[in-house]
T-cell receptor, first 112, second 114 residues
Framework: AQSVAQPEDQVNVAEGNPLTVKCTYS??????LFWYVQYPNRGLQFLLK??????LVKGSYGFEAEFNKSQTSFHLKKPSALVSDSALYFC??????????FGAGTRLTVKP | ETGVTQSPTHLIKTRGQQVTLRCSSQ?????VSWYQQALGQGPQFIFQ???????GRGNFPPRFSGLQFPNYSSELNVNALELDDSALYLC?????????????FGDGTRLSIL
């Protein structure tokens, strides 16, 4: 069965600095990888996905993610963080069975 | 395009009671998945419905059950509520057979058990 690990419960960065939120995955077969963001009292909002092709995936709000097959990682990045990026971020993996598995989440705090 | 809607937004129940949560899928989507998100945790997969039948289930007891209707909307039923059932329940819709497409989430139902 597929699984995802987010090794950091919390990431703190200063506004304007680059940010990275880490994710590693385990799946049999080709991975379908996703990043979602959750704001307080809201559902999950899709940010970006990796299916196949370029290892650097660009998504919404200036976020991008780097897929690394040898390290089974899919880290979320942004070159310059905004205070409004502060939220809970979830990495997810899906196999061909269509059900999705989420990591425990990483709380990103961007300080002015 | 109509997004995923869930009702009610908040619900308070007591132990032993039963609850029904509702979800309308995004237009064009035929698959509904339900997740439980406890405070400070990631969403845990409960089950998925496709063609009005359960199409995969996570590690949840049988007192968690569901339905899907011909219009693809869905219900989550929980019997004999326990304190640990307190959580945000999320519904997500998608198209079966397209694992490369994201699931779309509603804003959830916050269930509190007293």
């Amino acid at each position: 069965a597929q699984s995802v690990a987010q090794p950091e419960d919390q990431v703190n960065v200063a506004e304007g600095n680059p940010l990275t939120v880490k994710c590693t995955y385990s799946v049999s077969g080709n991975p379908y990888l996703f990043w979602y963001v959750q704001y307080p009292n809201r559902g999950l909002q899709f940010l970006l996905k990796y299916i196949t092709g370029d290892n650097l995936v660009k998504g919404s709000y200036g976020f991008e993610a780097e897929f690394n097959k040898s390290q089974t990682s899919f880290h979320l990045k942004k070159p310059s963080a905004l205070v409004s990026d502060s939220a809970l971020y979830f990495c997810a993996v899906r196999d061909n069975n269509n059900d999705m598995r989420f990591g425990a989440g990483t709380r990103l705090t961007v300080k002015p | 395009e109509t997004g995923v809607t869930q009702s009610p937004t908040h619900l308070i129940k007591t132990r032993g009671q039963q609850v029904t949560l509702r979800c309308s899928s995004q237009s064009g989507h035929n698959t509904v998945s339900w997740y439980q998100q406890a405070l400070g945790q990631g969403p845990q997969f409960i089950f998925q419905y496709y063609r009005e039948e359960e199409n995969g289930r996570g590690n949840f007891p049988p007192r968690f059950s569901g339905l899907q209707f011909p219009n693809y909307s869905s219900e989550l039923n929980v019997n004999a509520l326990e304190l640990d059932d307190s959580a945000l329940y999320l519904c997500a819709s998608s198209l079966m057979g397209l694992p490369n497409q994201p699931q779309h989430f509603g804003d959830g139902t916050r269930l509190s058990i007293l």
